[in-house]
Antibody, heavy 123, light 109 residues
Framework: EVHLLESGGGLVQPGGSLRLSCVAS????????MTWVRQVPGKGLEWVSSLSGSSASTYYADSVKDRFTISRDNSKNTVHLQMNRLRAEDTAIYYC????????????????WGQGIKVTVSS | SYVLTQPPSVSVAPGQAATVTCGGNNIGRKSVHWYQQRPGQAPVLVVY???ERPSGIPERFSGSNSGITATLTISRVEAGDEADYYC????????????FGGGTKLTVL
């Protein structure tokens, strides 16, 4: 069974940093792109970033570009989201998701989702 | 930025069909994916590439896409279908980015 488990969330002050991790199991991790999506409680979904299976291609939303970095360690079946210069508007539940069909990181649907991890940016 | 427009809410009686629309500029030229999100849960992919269903998704869920509107149709609606539904596309204008619609709350009367 495919499973994703996020960790690393919590409370951080504005301007601070946080690193989210997502450990995957149940599939050949390196052959699928991975994605982070966030959701402010009570609001809609927002795509954050995607990463190809080989790490060759990365994609970011304008709202996080130059502040967030997505990476992966295929030897540990783990994808990370390094979040720097955090703002109050980054407060959300962050979901890790496995792309459906391929490793490109662009164009695919998000098939399997983790349960999400809460990030709160507040002083 | 690519804007996807969904109605905030749709209501339907059990056993009837529900349609959720997603409007966007020339969306018919893109692949549209749809997600269901029940309260307090992570989203679930219900339709991908306009009209394909992942394994395990009932045939009651179907999709279409043409012109400026994509549509998710849920036939023979059940109480368990009550949820938020989001459309999703990718757009390469100004950079390769993903976009979600604002979501539609489906209420089963």
């Amino acid at each position: 069974e495919v499973h994703l488990l996020e960790s690393g969330g919590g409370l951080v002050q504005p301007g601070g940093s946080l690193r989210l991790s997502c450990v995957a199991s149940g599939f050949t991790f390196s052959t699928f792109a991975m994605t982070w999506v966030r959701q402010v409680p009570g609001k809609g979904l927002e795509w954050v970033s995607s990463l190809s299976g080989s790490s060759a291609s990365t994609y970011y939303a304008d709202s996080v570009k130059d502040r967030f970095t997505i990476s992966r360690d295929n030897s540990k079946n783990t994808v990370h989201l390094q979040m720097n210069r955090l703002r109050a508007e980054d407060t959300a539940i962050y979901y890790c998701a496995k792309d459906l069909q391929d490793s490109s990181g662009y164009g695919d649907a998000f098939h399997i989702w983790g349960q999400g991890i809460k990030v709160t940016v507040s002083s | 930025s690519y804007v996807l427009t969904q109605p905030p809410s749709v209501s339907v009686a059990p056993g009837q069909a529900a349609t959720v629309t997603c409007g966007g500029n020339n969306i018919g030229r893109k692949s549209v994916h749809w997600y269901q999100q029940r309260p307090g849960q992570a989203p679930v992919l219900v339709v991908y590439d306009d009209s394909e269903r992942p394994s395990g998704i009932p045939e009651r869920f179907s999709g279409s896409n043409s012109g400026i509107t994509a549509t998710l149709t849920i036939s023979r609606v059940e109480a368990g279908d009550e949820a938020d539904y989001y459309c999703h596309v990718w757009d390469s204008t100004g950079g390769h980015r993903g976009f979600f619609g604002g979501g539609t709350k489906l209420t089963v009367l």
